[in-house]
């Protein structure tokens, strides 16, 4: 191939592209208020403003004279009703809310947003909004010097975006995924911008290829669509976790997983055989490792026909996954888009019977080769089709499955594009597009039918689904893992800010192959890689055909103590992980976070891509290289705990760690709490126990709550849940606890205690207004307490 080769720099091949040929939409000639906005009719095209709440600003270009306000699917929040104040000069218009202030300076159209006080947020200023003639759209903005940049839904390189150009176009990459390799699987047209601590967020509400460029000039960025209209929102902010909350307000939360969706998942492709997958299981009790999932990926499927089983390889699914979920092990199986062609298969049958696949304008259907070969692929714009297919999931619900795992949804053909052809038509309810214009929602869409079929069958029961693809707002069904990486040590490096990332971008439930897929791995790598898995929000080990097999015992004892051990880890944190899945589905905010979010006035966290946070308080520096065994940590403000060691680091500073191949650097922060059960088999247990080891400290105080629930049932949605106010104030020689529940349901715990860590002689312990005595145990003084 001769990109692969020095042709790639020929000097005829590199000519700038020049974007000066874009028209401005020129000055503003009259101002209407509309649709409970206000509409700006400029010289070449009208720009609406829309108050979806007093701290976020939707900003939609329209052709002249058009006036489409049509979201995308990924958009669910209704406008509030705001309280806008206008002012109207002869050089601007100043419209305010409780939050911002949006100043628009009229000839030529340039859009500001400001704080109320009057700091600047987001500005433009010699170049604004403007488009081209073969619809590509485009808007840009001020960059300021402190300017930082972080989102962009699954991309890879480091955390700090900045300098970069990313396009957004759904693509299924297997070549190996480098620091430059863009577009991935995923598109999230969104980012948030940090300046000096205030933080604000763009999201381009734009299905077709859309990119941003972070990189070509020094004093502006920019952001453009290669078709459809330029429709934005501003966030306001003002912290970046603000900002969070404001873009997954109008793209959505995710729904609360089963709990067995947040243990151990143990996948291969494939794991070809009934007996296969029942002599992982059992090796798996035999070693006393936890584990929650087993996937089966194509190879259980007739010839790669989805909704069907092959009859050789997996006789009898229906007991197969009985017994497995008798030992609380559940099946997760591949579904993929593309149809089998075969006039004898049901499903290609009443898809085309039901004209439910995609067809050109023409009328012919349009077919693509993916793993079955010749397919047809459904048009899940329509919720016609949606339905069809979320009802066809009664195969799987009615053998006991609960949870699916969609792949090759970007669409992936395998041809030159990697996709459909774009010329393809969406039927879109009615309202026909292209599939260049509307390529990007095919992974949601995909998504948004199975969720919702699998939550009609499963009755009351929480589906669980794992996409690879998607786009803004697929939070709202799936949990995303980071495609095809390899067993490289340089891609376990990379994981941890393309999950920060996705985290930032709303997506909280992530985490890549553990262990790496294509490739072979090895011990220390899949030893290092699990101690890390064990924090990520989506933790599965995941290998190709034709690699070495790496389940946690492949590659001798001394590796298999060590990733069992941190399996095990895993499940005891799992009180922890479930709060902070919470908080994502409550306020939106990621598991997984990188410093910045938590100190977004500490300059040494912006790029900060080799360390993370879970929650709060928790601190991981992971190894990732062979055969180290010490590494720099930053800490910062506050005093951090080692996990292990109880060795304390005074933050604000970098401190050298040690740590054996058996050894996570993780670090609590003093004067916190965090949640841990006793060591369990499965996330789900009739014996639950609470422990709330609190990390004492002199002064300071602290509030947290956690929360718990059946974990796998909706009922959380209607209250019946736990949620347990915890707060700790350290002052005077005394720890002060108080702790109650602020939900009705009752505690499910048959033992709760709190763990008091490096108490201080002399320090008292009061839990709710008691003083405690307790029991001394190895990690710190124990206290039983009945709440
Ligand atoms: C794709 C997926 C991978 C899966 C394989 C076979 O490459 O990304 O996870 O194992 O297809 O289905």
Known sequence: MLEDTSFAIHPGQNQAIENDSYRDVGTVQSIQRRDGGLTFICDAADIHLQFYRSDIVRVVMNQKGVSDLESTPAVVAAVESV?????????KVVVKTDHLVVSVSKKPFRLSVLTPEGQDIMSEKDKGIGFKENGEVICYKKMEPEDRFYG??????????????????????????????????????????????????IFLDNPSKTTFDMKTEQEVYSFKGDSGKLDYYVFAGEGPKEVIEQYTHITGRMPLPPKWAIGYHQSRYSYESEEEVRALANTFKEKGIPLDVIYLDIHYMNEYRVFT??????????????????????????????????????????????????????????????????????DFTDERTQKWWGDMHQFYTELGIEGIWNDMNEPAV??????????????????????????????????????????????????FLLTRAGFAGVQRYASVWTGDNRSFWEHLQMSLPMCMNLGLSGVAFTGPDVGG??????????????????????????????????????????????????????????????????????????????????????????????????????????????????????????????????????????????????????????????????????????????????????????????????????????????????????????????????????????????????????QEVWVNKERQSGVWTERGLRVEVTI
């Open 309 to 378: 089983f092959d009859k050789d390889r997996f006789p009898n699914p229906k007991k197969l996954v009985q017994d497995l979920k008798e030992e609380g092990i559940r099946i997760v199986p591949i579904v993929d888009p593309g149809v089998k062609k075969d006039p004898e298969y049901s499903t290609y049958q009443e898809g085309v019977r039901n004209d439910h696949f995609c067809k050109y304008l023409e009328g012919d259907l349009y077919f693509g080769e993916v793993w079955p070969g010749t397919s047809a692929f459904p």
């Open 517 to 762: 897929f294509a490739h072979d791995s090895n011990g220390e790598l899949l030893a290092r890689w699990t101690q890390v898995g064990a924090f990520t929000p989506y933790f599965r080990n995941h290998s190709a055909i034709g690699t070495l097999y790496q389940e946690p015992w492949q590659f001798g004892e001394k590796y298999e103590a060590i990733i069992k051990r941190y399996i095990e880890l895993r499940y005891e944190w799992l009180p922890q992980l479930y709060s902070l899945f919470h908080e994502a589905h409550s306020k939106g905010l990621p598991i997984m976070r990188p410093l910045m979010l938590e100190y977004p006035r500490d300059a040494k966290t912006y790029a900060l891509h080799d360390q993370f946070m879970i929650g709060d308080n928790t601190l991981i520096a992971p190894i990732m290289q062979p055969e180290v065994t010490d590494r720099a940590v930053y800490f910062p403000e506050g005093e951090w705990v080692d996990y292990f060691s109880g060795k304390v680091y005074e933050g604000g500073t970098t401190h050298l760690v040690h740590a054996e191949l058996d050894t996570l650097p993780l670090f609590i922060k003093k004067g916190t709490v965090i949640a841990q059960s006793p060591l369990q088999q499965r996330a789900i247990t009739d014996e639950k126990e609470l422990e709330l080891h609190v990390y004492a400290h002199i002064n300071g105080s602290y509030n947290t709550s956690f929360y718990d629930d059946d974990g796998e049932t909706t009922g959380y949605l209607s209250g019946e849940s736990v949620k347990l106010h915890v707060s700790i104030q350290c002052k005077d020689h005394q720890i002060a606890i108080s702790c109650h529940n602020e939900m009705e349901w009752p505690l499910p715990y048959k033992k709760c205690s709190f763990i008091i860590h490096g108490l201080e002689e002399g």
């Open 152 to 201: 962009f839904g699954e991309k890879s390189g480091f955390l700090d975006k900045r300098g970069e150009y990313y396009t957004m176009w759904n693509t299924d990459v297997y070549a190996p995924h480098n620091p430059e390799t863009d577009p991935l699987y995923q598109s999230i047209p969104y980012f948030m911008a940090l300046r000096n601590g205030r933080a604000y967020g």
């Open 414 to 463: 395998f041809n030159e594009t990697k996709t459909m052809d774009t010329s393809v038509i969406h039927n879109n309810n009615g309202d026909p597009k292209t599939h260049r214009q509307l390529h990007n929602l095919y992974g949601l869409l995909m998504g948004k039918a199975t969720y919702e079929g699998m939550e009609r069958n499963l009755n009351g029961k929480r589906p």
């Open 83 to 91: 309280n806008v104040g206008v002012e109207e000069t002869e050089k």
